[in-house]
């Protein structure tokens, strides 16, 4: 049992005989249970089910969820308490959201900041001196980034950017900070709502600059996480210069706990503390300003939305857009419309417009049928 857990906790037999150490191992299983066990109680209820839930009840449902999830991949407690980070062999996996490698209590690694790292590291059995140049080629681990590929692949086939409304720890201290009783700015897609606004004019010029900035997030990837890597210089750009998840849950608390890292922080600390200054700010105003415009891997995610297999579905039978109703529309954070493309690349899978509608015409799984045997349309509208 006792090289398990070292081997599972990363740690020398030396470390044991610190209190400090054995404490943080007790505070991690203590957390893993306890999540796991609020994960067990919620499918054993059944409170999944938004339909029946209602949007209050759901709220409360997916923000237990987010918590229990962000427990689970950063209950490493060692590296809370010692202000160290996680370097066992479970730091080789990548979680499925934007969780920093060098949160103390991480136990994985992010897959954005994994395929920017895959140049930086060689494979030192594929290595040999050139004979022409005298200079000692190494090999990139191109099998790394395969494998970071792959699994962002799978994630994102099996379920889209359901990992950005459920499992994403950023997405979730958005989601908190959204929650803060403040003047909001929405920007809702259908054209009743629009008219109805306090200000249609001016809802619709920040509705085409919201359309294209959300492309923004697309060029965050091609040029920071791939191209720059690729072509300019093997250096994690998005990571080191922009990243405000990675400063959030994992330079601040390391450098709050590591007084020589404090120390060594200089303008680039600074600019990326600006950056997540600012986010937190609009996040109070306008909901998940980082997944609409900034996160490269929600834009993976978003490209996979329309086909993977877990997707929202619409009961047309049931539907009253026809009618007036604008219910989901209206509750949407992201701005999306569900009945015109119910797996929109926008969509987060938050859940919000599944609670609120009031016809229960939206579902969400992996079925294509409803338990009464109506067909779901799953594309968008013609």
Request: glycine share 8%.
């Amino acid at each position: 049992m006792k090289n398990v857990i070292l081997w599972l906790f990363g740690l020398e037999e030396s470390a044991l005989s610190d209190p400090v150490v054995v404490a943080g191992i007790v505070l991690s299983f203590v957390l893993i249970a306890a999540a796991a066990a609020v994960f067990v109680i919620l499918g054993v209820k059944k409170r999944y089910k938004i339909h029946a839930a209602g949007i209050k009840v759901w709220n409360r449902t997916k923000l237990i969820i987010q918590s229990c999830f962000f427990i689970l991949t950063n209950s490493f407690m060692v590296g809370w308490l010692k202000g160290g980070i996680y370097q066992g062999k479970l730091k080789y996996m990548c979680v499925p959201g934007m969780n920093c490698y060098s949160c103390p209590g991480a136990w994985g690694a992010c897959p954005i900041g994994s395929l920017q790292a895959v140049l930086d590291s060689f494979d030192t059995k594929r290595s040999w001196l050139d004979p022409e140049t005298g200079t000692y080629v190494k090999a990139p681990l191109y099998w790394v980034a395969v494998y970071v590929i792959g699994i962002i692949m799978v994630f994102g086939a099996i379920c889209g950017r359901l990992v950005c409304g459920l499992l994403c720890p950023f997405g979730w201290v958005q989601d908190l900070l959204y929650k803060i009783p403040v003047p909001k700015l929405k920007l809702p897609r259908d054209e009743r709502l629009i008219l109805n606004s306090k200000h249609p004019k001016a809802t619709r010029v920040f509705l085409k600059i919201d359309k294209y900035l959300r492309y923004a997030k697309y060029a965050f990837l091609i040029i920071m996480v791939i191209f720059l890597p690729l072509f300019v210089k093997a250096d994690p750009w998005f990571c080191k210069y922009v990243c405000p998840s990675g400063m959030l849950i994992g330079g601040i608390p390391l450098m709050s706990m590591n007084a020589e890292l404090a120390a060594a922080a200089g303008n680039l600390t600074l600019l990326k503390i600006c950056i997540l200054v600012s986010l937190i700010v609009i996040s109070l105003f306008l909901y998940r300003p980082f997944c609409r415009y900034i996160c490269p891997l929600g834009a993976i995610y978003s490209l996979l939305n329309p086909f993977s297999l877990y997707k929202y579905g619409i009961d047309d039978s049931k539907c009253n857009r026809e009618k007036g109703c604008s219910a989901c529309a209206r509750a949407c954070p992201m701005g999306v419309d569900p009945v015109k493309n119910p797996n929109s690349p926008e969509c987060i899978r938050c859940g919000t417009c599944n609670a609120t509608c009031p016809q229960k015409a939206i579902h969400a799984g992996f079925r294509f049928k409803t338990a009464e045997g109506n067909a779901l349309r799953t594309k968008k509208r013609k």
